[in-house]
């Protein structure tokens, strides 16, 4: 996804739902072939087996621009903090979400982040239209606006490189802490893989409470 970068015209995605891949598809056939945009898709799909819920109200704008809100955390808790999840890996972070919430006091929203690549890309034109125009209302990211009056630590979660969620994190309030696959590894199952490179649920236990700790 980091070589993605260097391809301007290249939407990478990487959906954690069939919904997401519904929504994705259906957008690229409408730019692509309806409205004959110089654009075209990459997906990550996965051979991973697990639920796939219904598409929350709403939450086609934030699959297409890359980050939404897919599961509020527990009301009534001391602390708050927010999980980004990827792809399956989002499993490992509602199952943190469920953790925090029962044995540490701590309500985690979890977050779909579909594609890094354009939150940073919208971002970084929004800067740019900032630098040049210093005299018109200074224009938000998608990203700034959907986080600014959010509150608690911030922490990002995938199966790729830490540099994957990096790209986002000068527009995270308070900074961003991201786990990855960074390095090599080599286990007889996914779940042994996962705890190998700290990406599994109570990695992200741990990094979440390390990230509230440094607020």
Wanted: with cysteine; proline share 5%.
């Amino acid at each position: 996804l980091l070589l993605a970068s260097t391809i301007p015209t290249l939407l990478t995605y990487d959906p954690a739902f069939a919904y997401e891949v519904a929504v994705i598809v259906a957008d690229g056939m409408r730019r692509m072939f309806v409205n004959n945009e110089d654009v075209f898709y990459y997906l990550t799909l996965y051979n991973e087996n697990h639920t796939m819920p219904a598409m929350p109200p709403g939450a086609e704008e934030g699959i297409l621009k890359g980050l939404y809100r897919f599961k509020p955390g527990v009301e009534g808790k001391k602390l708050k903090a927010h999980i980004f999840g990827s792809g399956p890996i989002i499993n490992q972070a509602l199952r943190a979400q469920q953790i925090l919430a029962d044995k540490d006091g701590v309500s985690a929203d979890v977050w779909s982040a579909t594609n890094y690549k354009e939150l940073r890309n919208e971002a970084l034109l929004c800067q740019r239209w900032n630098m040049l125009h210093p005299t018109q209302p200074v224009k938000k990211a998608y990203v700034q606006k959907l986080l600014e009056n959010e509150k608690g630590a911030f922490v990002a979660v995938s199966d790729y490189m830490r540099m994957v969620p990096d790209q986002i994190a000068q527009w995270v309030p308070g900074g961003l802490m991201t786990l990855g696959t960074d390095g090599f590894g080599r286990s007889d199952t996914r779940a042994h893989l996962r705890r190998f490179f700290e990406v599994d649920a109570e990695s992200t236990v741990i990094a979440t409470l390390y990230a509230l700790d440094h607020k």
